[in-house]
């Protein structure tokens, strides 16, 4: 059965939990006996475990959630209660995933979750690992999308400005940017995004830790903008021509990521222009004989869109507006093998804004 957790475990049901046996890392016995908690000085319980006639004696630390951060402090308080007592770090939480597993396994430190899965190590006597067992734990998170569509123009404007002083600082700038968002989702994905150790925050305040990772799970979660219409034509505009139409609609459009990508990248052009759009109707109709529609020579594609993801942070040149380097990075990224590889050139731009950014400079080109 999978529950799904709208608020942490208690450590005392954690404890009843391990005491019924729900962790268990066979063929250990373990035994376990609460303790006075961080109040009294203690970890929370301790743990005896036995193996072959020895016997091996831990200090857990237990968490509710199973979340990155709290992984994180879980593993800290253990090792320093571990240190303090004379005994061996051990953390207990309801999931352990393999990645985590991996990580303990270097850390030295050992872990049970509730779903079957563990890794007990003592340096040079013991070593015993568990795992593929599914979570049955799952995390309820009030946004569950935080790196996908709207929601994610909070982590593209971390990106871009890594240190916010506020809920309303951080609004400001995304809006300043072309993008919209309530202050409440602000709040929930900030939340999120602390959560997976990328960034840290004390109340509106946030500051990105890990500009990376950030990058990596706006890809991994990427899905390409829900197109309402489509033209495929063609035209004798160059790139500079279109984009000086561009800037006089009415609506919004800009090149998509793909198309601009020679403005943040060394990579052989292509033929093919496309365009996102709020009204193909308005364009195609401002182009008059520049757009002929049809499938032969075409080179023009027009793509319909009211996502805001495609529209922030786009940057003139000149008169033409092109993706965000943001945009064009995840488009590449997500493509075939030439593009993710010329993606790179652009991820390294991306991070190097950012480091200028947090160093003292607006990174506005």
Known sequence: MVRTNSKPLSETDMLARLKDGEASVPPLLIRWTAGTGPRGGEADVTAEVRWEGREFRFVAELKGRSTPRTFVNAVAQSREYAARAGRYPMIVLPYLAPERLDELAGLGVSGIDLCGNGIVTVPGELFVLRSGSPNKYRESYPIRAVYRGATSLVARALLLRPVSESLSDLDGFIRSRGGAITLTTISKALRRMEDDVLIERK???????????????????????????????????????????????????????????????????????????????????????????????????????????????????????????????????????????????????????????????????
């Open 203 to 365: 109340g509106g305040w946030a500051r990105l830790l890990q500009p990376e990772g950030l990058l990596d799970k706006l890809v991994a979660s990427y899905e390409a903008p829900k197109l309402r219409k489509t033209f495929i034509g063609s035209t004798t505009l160059d790139r500079a021509a279109l984009g000086d139409k561009l800037s006089q609609l009415e609506s919004r459009a800009v090149f998509t990521g793909q198309s601009s990508t020679e403005r943040y990248a060394v990579m052989g052009r292509e033929d093919r222009l496309r365009v996102y759009c709020e009204s193909t109707s308005e364009l195609v109709e401002m182009l008059g004989a520049d757009a002929k529609p049809g499938e032969r020579f075409a080179n023009l594609e027009l793509y319909e869109t009211v996502e805001p993801t495609v529209y922030f942070d786009a940057r003139l040149d000149g008169r033409t507006p092109f993706a965000s380097p943001i945009q064009a990075y995840i488009e590449l990224a997500t493509g075939d093998k030439r593009e993710q590889d010329v993606s790179k050139q652009i991820r390294s731009l991306i991070l190097r804004e950012a480091g200028q950014i947090e160093g003292g400079s607006d990174g506005d080109e």
